[in-house]
């Protein structure tokens, strides 16, 4: 009677080990879901390479998937990006993003620009996340000139 228990006891921890193994697969499989675009805090930008119009970028990351990057794409036209693929949708980042915030610098003055993000993993890439949109301020009024010299008689 004892060894039926242990054997029963033994079946059991199989089965669920097989389960667990067999989750653990699948979710390695999985395309990591597509993580949310938010807005920067409002604050004073300070943008990369002396540049006078920049954007800031954070997202939520991925909850499924286990995302190892994550792939930025920027388009003029809202919408564009609905697809990565699509004409006019251009990924900007040269390498997978490992935080869950980025930087685009230089940008146009006075450009509406429209921001979608992709979660990458080893089985693929995730849709693409909502749509962030934002328009940069006009270029400032220039410095004033120095060092005037003339002659006057």
Not at 23 to 38: I, L, M, S, Y
Not at 68 to 85: A, D, K, P
Not at 92 to 99: G, K, R
Not at 133 to 151: I, N, V
Request: aromatic fraction near 6%.
């Amino acid at each position: 009677m004892k060894f039926s228990k242990v054997l029963l006891l033994v079946k059991v921890c199989i089965v669920l080990l097989g389960t667990l193994v067999a989750q653990t697969h699948k979710n390695k499989a999985e395309k990591p879901n597509a993580p949310v675009v938010t807005s920067a805090p409002k604050a004073t930008l300070t943008c990369s390479n002396n540049a006078l119009h920049c954007a800031s970028l954070n997202w939520t990351a991925s909850t499924s998937g286990n995302p190892t990057g994550y792939n930025v794409y920027r388009s003029l036209t809202s919408g564009g990006c609905s697809t990565v693929t699509a004409s006019g949708c251009t990924k900007i980042n040269s390498t997978p993003v490992t935080t869950t915030s980025f930087m685009d610098s230089p940008l146009q003055a006075t450009t509406t620009y429209n921001y979608v993000v992709t979660a990458l993993n080893g089985s693929g890439e995730s849709g693409p996340s909502n749509q962030f949109s934002g328009t940069t301020g006009q270029d400032p009024a220039p410095s004033a000139p120095t060092g005037l010299t003339g002659t006057i008689q």
